[in-house]
């Protein structure tokens, strides 16, 4: 029973880890705004993050990951991923995401060998590598893949008014939020900023910065009005301001500065990642957000106007981190 | 004389290296199969062991890489490759394949160094990123371009009958290892199991098994079945199934669910890798063993259940193993 | 006064790093030779040295990155490659690249970190990864996307004479050089050999001797001989025989052998980069000068013929050398 409930408060750290918090009542909220939105990618992401919690376990994975929830959020992701893509209701896709959760758990674990050179961590570059091979590879199954014919397509001029009503600024401020969880309701955006703010005053902040960040970015690049009110061109900026100034940086006004130039340019470079995978049938993810963090995390060392102080440790190589 | 003799046996065992062995009586049967399908291919792959062994040598590389083939393989790899895609006649092909053994003796030394942070093994890795550069560029030079239009094209859905019968069944076992030497005919697969039971009974089984594997995993995601057949969506999994059980985990109950784990990941993935270099006119070739049995390696420490101890080893920074 | 002049010094050296040198009049004359291609070109390449050696200073970055001009080059060729691909007259071009300039140091502290495990240096890889993004970014942003449809595209065979004419010739040997500052003009590379002449006479020669392998080794496979005559084919050819022969390795007749064996495998791998890029609408830049040389010097260790000695130094982790 009280195993039971421990179990349950990491599966719900693993939900709340999509953000990059650690604080189970955030996961709550979460997963009630995935509930919310539609019962079945509630329960993909539920279930994931218990499977992804409980592979690690069984593996014997070191406590402090699975504690924490780090074993949970690429497999929370993973699960979600395949409902949105290829039909929640097959059967197909239910079990195929039940072999993905286990595979990321290995992935997780190669990610986090590979990065520990650079004392990095794994965002959720896991989550990315599998469900992008995933979506490739789906037209070449006919168990899984999605019905109609293949997405892949060279990318092309974006067209489409690019004047921002009041309306759309509204709609993507709340939705650079749901679009994390792959929701187009913006009520969804809303509940998850509530989360966030119940974790931390910083993390709700930053969320609000970053998502603001990635709306001027894409306005003044002239992106067109649509593909920034769904949020697409924004959920990145939320990501890499959380990450950048309060979760892997401590949050100062330099480091609030620093997050701010990376939520902009995950944001130009969102499309980049679309245009790369596109002609293969993928999609972005959240690539432009696991390449823009990494970069400006392992870049940070060498600016000590950033980091506050010269850091000069060296990039230590050791065994993977207990905790 | 002698000498002769010691280099013949190194690149016997750069052919036998191929299937992650280094036993010379295994490389001289697979040189049989390649014999018996085509003599072109043989020579071609015997030639390219011999030059890639040869190149290091001159070159100075660790004598114990020379001596256990691990300097002939991917050289064997590429001169078959160019021999197969690129029209083995032409004495164009043949002086190509002559530097390209030289440029992947260069890569080769690269890819070590850059895994030994890691400590992971080369692989075919040298042979799939050289490989790949040049089918990819062949269009753009007359000399080496094969005949007729480019083959990049926008992947697309896959079409036909997913129904296995019993000899698409037989015959995809076999093929499933005969493709590793890009061969049709499935007498040579069978022809390499002999080599592979010869060398090692470990081997020949976790070859059985991993290409079982890749039969079932792929009539599972239902694959067209001529794609099963003709051995293309398994000899990937072969590969994966050898090395984790047997060659760098050793076999126990658990790195054999382990291995049959990888192999299937490896099957679903083989498509991705084929639709991720399609648009550029690239081949998927070796790449999913490479990358999941990479991943699975790297992973495998973290997973104490798996590797039946605790191994507590950083990623040792060090010269190149000399052996 | 005298710091305006320091200052100076290192944004010139910043454009004599394009050619991998740290002589100021070196980079002097490399300047003259954009002022004379194309005025606005000059002054972009001038402007990106200076704005990424001064983000660089502001940002704290070790004082002898920036006295040597090291973070001068990869900004100089950013701003510069948005002068040539996005239209050098935009205010927005502007804006953009003064943006691009910043995160471009970010880049190249992050390529810095990650590559000295491997110690390894950073040559224009911060500048590949950057320009290609927002190359391939480009078209999502009516801001910045330059007029009529987006160049993304399937890679074609090569059509036209494959045979070369003196004049051909003769063109080709200066405009390899000449566009690795993207320019097409003869005399501007003709400039630039002045210059490399002017700061060391092995960078002249090697200069040299890597532009007749680019020519011959394009003219050995065929390419058409437009492509030659143009320079597209042979630059990355120019920067890989500077880079093994003088520069990261010392001049000896063995490094001599092994830097045209690298510019002859860059030049064959050119048109594989730009096939890889091509489907989602990037251009080659430098990448397989940067992949190439990367591969080389990594493996150079291996290689006590080509070093000269056995270096049995392993990959060193430790802070960013100050020099």
């Not at 504690?67 to 896709?93: H, I, K, M, Q, W």
């Not at 992935?107 to 990065?115: D, E, H, N």
């Not at 480091?255 to 944001?267: F, P, R």
Request: proline share 7%.
């Amino acid at each position: 029973m009280r195993g039971g409930l421990a179990f349950g408060v990491r599966v719900l750290r693993g939900l709340a880890q999509v953000m990059l918090l650690d604080d189970a009542r955030a996961g709550a909220v979460f997963g009630l705004a995935l509930l919310a939105a539609d019962w079945r990618y509630g329960v993909y992401a539920l279930g994931g993050a218990a499977l992804g919690t409980g592979a690690a376990s069984v593996l014997g994975v070191a406590r402090g990951r699975i504690r924490t929830g780090l074993e949970g959020f690429n497999s929370c992701l993973t699960a979600l991923g395949f409902a949105v893509f290829l039909d929640a209701s097959r059967p197909a896709t239910m079990l195929l995401a039940v072999a993905a959760c286990l595979v990321v758990t290995v992935v997780t674990a190669t990610v986090v060998r590979l990065l520990q050179v650079w004392e990095l961590p794994t965002l959720t570059l896991p989550y990315c590598v599998l469900a992008c091979a995933v979506l490739v590879a789906a037209p070449a199954f006919r168990r899984i893949r999605p019905p109609g014919p293949s997405i892949a397509a060279l990318p092309r001029v974006a067209s489409g008014p690019t004047v921002l009503r009041p309306q759309d600024v509204g709609g993507a401020f709340f939705r650079n939020l749901s679009q994390v969880f792959f929701l187009d309701e913006w009520y969804a955006g809303a509940l998850l900023l509530v989360g966030l703010f119940l974790a931390s005053r910083v993390a709700g902040w930053m969320a609000c910065s970053g998502s603001a960040t990635g709306i001027v970015t894409a306005w003044a690049l002239e992106a067109p009005a649509a593909r920034i009110a769904d949020g697409t061109m924004g959920y990145n900026a939320v990501l890499v301001a959380l990450a950048l100034c309060g979760v892997f940086l401590s949050a100062t006004p330099a480091t609030l500065t620093y997050a701010l130039l990376g939520a902009a340019t995950a944001t130009a470079l969102t499309p980049a990642a679309a245009a790369l995978l596109s002609p293969s049938g993928g999609r972005p993810l959240t690539w432009p957000f696991v390449l823009t963090t990494l970069a400006f995390l392992a870049a940070a060392r060498a600016f000590p106007r950033i980091t506050g102080a010269r850091t000069p440790a060296a990039p230590r190589p050791g065994p993977p981190a207990p905790t």
